[in-house]
């Protein structure tokens, strides 16, 4: 179904990893304004079995999701939050190569061609430093967005990557984005 905009980008945090049999807990989601450019791009890996000079099956596998994030403005306290990096008491994140980001959940919605919403949760991923590029200021003004790339997996739990749900029901974003596990 075709989509038109993007807007409502939350994050919770694991703070309870999932295991084959336990069900991960997530942190309070935390709204970041301006959200600007999702890209999810999920990788599957494919076989073809050849007999007889044709091919007689196929199988896939599912991979990893990356994820690119654009968004207007990245506070320093959400990207220590989403990279593991530190905040000092005079305001100065710290980052350093032996930080380790946590897992996190990502909630979003577009509105449908069609008039319906669609609600999305990607539910267990890191995000990693990107690229930065920054430019000079030159005779027209340029936005440069800050960029965050994460790799997302399926859940132990249950095998759960995703959940979406395409309804005209606006009441659901109350409870879509209060926790990673409603809806």
């Known amino acids: 179904m ?15 990893e999932d295991t084959a049999t336990t069900a991960p807990v997530y942190g309070t989601p935390t709204r970041i304004l301006g959200l600007n450019t ?6 599957i890996n494919k076989a073809t079995l050849y007999g007889d000079d044709s091919a007689i099956a196929t199988a896939n596998s599912f991979g990893e999701v990356e994820v ?7 506070p320093l306290t959400d990207r220590a939050a989403l990279l593991g990096h530190t905040i000092g008491a005079d305001g100065v994140m710290v980052s350093k190569g032996s930080d380790t980001a946590p897992y996190v959940a990502i909630m979003f919605e577009s509105e449908t061609h069609n008039g319906l919403i669609r609600y999305v949760k990607l539910l267990k991923g890191k995000f990693a430093e990107s690229q930065e590029t920054i430019n000079t ?3 027209n003004i340029e936005y440069q967005l800050p960029k965050i790339t994460g790799t997302f997996v399926c859940r132990a739990n249950d ?5 979406d749900i395409d309804t005209s029901d606006t009441t659901i974003a109350t409870s879509w984005y209060s926790s990673v596990e409603s809806a």
Request: hydrophobic share 40%; charged share 25%.
């Open 2 to 16: 075709a989509q038109i905009g993007l807007k409502k980008f939350y994050y919770a945090i694991m703070t309870t």
């Open 38 to 43: 999702v890209d999810i791009n999920p990788t």
């Open 137 to 139: 200021r030159g005779e």
């Open 68 to 74: 690119t994030i654009d968004i207007a403005d990245l």
């Open 159 to 163: 095998g759960a990557w995703k959940k």
